[in-house]
């Protein structure tokens, strides 16, 4: 009933930027948190940033200050804007979304996971 696709994932150098895309679609009636997590190799899944309806945002101390997360609540998109890339953000990100569908059920949502790799 719902998804969430993303896209603007690929290979960088270090320094550089990439912008993540995540649309949601589907019976949705409102869209409360939305977030990005990251898992590396051999690594737990983490937290990178979240946004809440409001627009409040949370950061991973890892993160602050080089990446932005953004929603455009009228397109049911995330974004997060990654510059002053490092080698150690290579990962595959994921977005989620906790959605309240237009049946009245309410769930945590997950995309594909998109790969990105910050090359040295």
């Known amino acids: 009933q719902v998804q969430l696709v993303e896209s603007g994932g690929g290979l960088v150098q270090a320094g550089g930027s990439l912008r993540l895309s995540c649309a949601a679609s589907?019976?949705?009636?409102?869209?409360?948190?939305m977030g990005w997590y990251r898992q590396a190799p051999g690594k737990q899944r983490e937290l990178v940033a979240s946004?809440?309806?409001?627009?409040?945002?949370n950061y991973a101390d890892s993160v602050k200050g080089r990446f932005t997360i953004s929603r455009d609540d009228a397109k049911n998109t995330v974004y997060l804007q990654m510059d002053s890339l490092k080698p150690e953000d290579t990962a595959v990100y994921y977005c989620?979304?906790?959605?309240?569908?237009?049946?009245?059920?309410?769930?945590?949502?997950w995309g594909q996971g998109t790969q990105v790799t910050v090359s040295s």
């Open positions: 589907g019976r949705i009636f409102r869209i409360n948190a």
């Open positions: 989620t979304a906790d959605i309240l569908t237009r049946l009245m059920t309410r769930n945590d949502y």
């Open positions: 946004i809440i309806s409001g627009g409040t945002t």
